[in-house]
């Protein structure tokens, strides 16, 4: 039975020949692998089942071809032997690097979302994007018009963001998220619409810090990664029942909730009724809980994560 991919890309098990056809993230044709290790799919044998993965066929320099499949090889080795999202997380990170991207986020929506906010029973959001630019999309509303996600409701396979820029359906404040991002050294970079069942999708980007455009080659490799990462954080999400969201108590939950709000903790212990200090006291403990720098990137988690609605 055919498998929907990346891209447009249908990959058959080796009993239907292992084809796979991948349309060009420019719309200006189509590659077509088959099963043999000329053409990039290794196999290796575990006990009696042979376990496939795919690499790309690139046209690079034979050493450099040859080494990035091999990080490709590994990196899904080493996904499918971790058991949390946040190590699916880092390992795609540090895949992500080799392609200069030090920054990545994914974030799963509901068919009638037109902004990143809390998905019960999904994945919840990761990024690792500077705290600074978190920040500020949250101090802006940033997050609330972005317009990479008006784009990937269009689309099925990647494109990069400078086509978005020069879309001219794009407004002019889309335009300055991308402007504004750039300052704080998003300069460049893709984003992977990744569709599923009852209309739901999830955006995986990947940014850098140069002007330079992605490649072709360099997108096919982090579609399939964005891929990978996406079916191996639904199946953790599926088999908790929930996301991996850590446990608040009631009060941290207050405090954190009306940090998002923009209340002070002086303000905050005037609606609550606590002094100053335990509203700090609970705010830290959110922080520590959530992995946070600071209380606004707290607050941006804890909506991600579904922990507070605003």
């Known amino acids: 039975m055919p498998i929907p991919a990346a891209r447009g890309a249908v990959v058959y098990s080796r009993e239907d020949c292992a084809l796979v056809t991948i349309s060009d993230p420019d719309g200006c044709g189509e590659e077509t692998w088959t099963p043999a290790d000329h053409y990039g799919l290794s196999t290796s044998r575990a006990g009696n089942q042979s376990q496939f993965s795919l690499i790309p066929s690139i046209h690079?320099?034979?050493?450099?071809?040859?080494?990035?499949?091999?990080?490709?090889?590994?990196?899904?080795?080493?996904v499918d032997s971790v058991a949390q999202s946040e190590q699916v997380?880092?390992?795609?990170?540090?895949f992500a690097l080799h392609f200069e991207c030090p920054w990545i986020a994914y974030g799963p929506l509901t068919p009638d979302q037109n902004f990143l906010k809390p998905v019960r029973r999904d994945p919840g959001a990761m990024l690792n994007y500077p705290d600074e630019w978190q920040e500020r999309c949250f101090e802006m509303g940033y997050d609330r018009m972005d317009p990479l996600i008006k784009k990937s409701r269009k689309r099925a396979g990647a494109f990069r963001w400078s086509e978005v820029y020069k879309d001219a359906s794009t407004t002019e404040d889309e335009r300055?998220?991308?402007?504004?991002?750039?300052?704080?050294?998003?300069?460049?970079?893709?984003?992977?619409?990744?569709?599923?069942?009852?209309?739901?999708?999830?955006?995986?980007?990947?940014?850098?810090?140069?002007?330079?455009?992605?490649?072709?080659?360099?997108?096919?490799?982090?579609?399939?990664?964005?891929?990978?990462?996406?079916?191996?954080?639904?199946?953790?999400?599926?088999?908790?029942?929930?996301?991996?969201?850590?446990?608040?108590?009631?009060?941290?939950?207050?405090c954190i909730l009306w940090t998002a709000r923009g209340k002070s903790?002086?303000?905050?212990?005037?609606?609550?009724?606590?002094?100053?200090?335990?509203?700090?006291?609970?705010?830290?403990?959110?922080?520590?809980?959530?992995?946070?720098?600071?209380?606004?990137?707290?607050?941006?988690?804890?909506?991600?994560?579904?922990?507070?609605?605003l």
């Open 265 to 309: 903790s002086w303000e905050m212990g005037k609606i609550l009724g606590i002094s100053d200090n335990t509203v700090n006291f609970h705010i830290k403990n959110v922080m520590r809980k959530l992995n946070a720098a600071s209380r606004t990137v707290a607050a941006i988690k804890a909506v991600n994560l579904g922990i507070i609605e």
């Open 60 to 78: 690079l320099p034979k050493a450099a071809g040859e080494a990035m499949g091999a990080e490709f090889d590994r990196f899904l080795e080493q």
């Open 176 to 254: 300055r998220v991308f402007d504004e991002a750039a300052t704080f050294g998003l300069r460049s970079g893709i984003s992977v619409p990744l569709h599923g069942p009852g209309g739901r999708f999830a955006i995986m980007s990947f940014a850098q810090a140069s002007d330079r455009e992605f490649q072709n080659r360099t997108i096919t490799y982090l579609q399939f990664a964005a891929l990978h990462f996406h079916l191996r954080v639904a199946k953790f999400a599926s088999s908790n029942g929930s996301g991996e969201a850590p446990d608040l108590s009631p009060r941290e939950k207050e």
């Open 89 to 94: 997380f880092n390992l795609l990170a540090a």
